[in-house]
């Protein structure tokens, strides 16, 4: 494995780095070994725990108000790969601004939704009340445990304890 998930000492998500870099903030004392792999790390003198997750020693303070830029793929995953307004997991979702742009409506996470093309279109330029639709949920920014889930190609088991909030969430991705 390539990545190794980094915690916070509070436990909480960071980030995700190589076992290279793992390994160098292990040995300087940073951080410490969380979950290891079975098969250790080699050199031409030593052998070391080849690290899966590793917690950083002193609290890293992450300022809340980070803005990420919005992507389809992350925006779909954070609403589950389905539609605000009917609840379907269509193949044709779309991006909503829930106010519209016409009306003054931002690009920013607590205005965008996924809905379906049937939907988004029967909206048009209203707001949902106006179109006689109901938002299931508030949009809001997603938590940066999405980010760190969506950036890998295949979420090792080991990590599943240390990434809350990701069960079902993104169980449809693939449909």
Known sequence: MAEVLVLNASY???NTCSVRRAHVLVDKR??????HAS????SAAASFLRPL????????????T???RISRRVLFARDGWRCVYCG?????????HVIPRSRGGDSTWENVVTACAPCNLRKGDRTPEEASLHLARAP??????LFIRL?????????????????????????
């Open 12 to 14: 909480e998500p960071l």
């Open 30 to 35: 940073k951080a410490e070994i969380v979950e």
């Open 39 to 42: 098969e250790p790390l080699r």
């Open 53 to 64: 997750v590793i917690r950083l020693l002193q609290y890293v303070r992450v300022p809340r």
């Open 66 to 68: 980070v803005k990420r």
């Open 88 to 96: 379907t997991a269509s193949q044709r979702l779309t991006l909503d």
């Open 140 to 145: 809001r920014a997603p938590a940066p445990v």
């Open 151 to 175: 950036a890998l190609h295949r979420m090792p088991e080991i990590w599943a304890p240390y990434l809350p909030g990701l069960d079902g969430e993104l169980a449809v991705e693939a449909a």
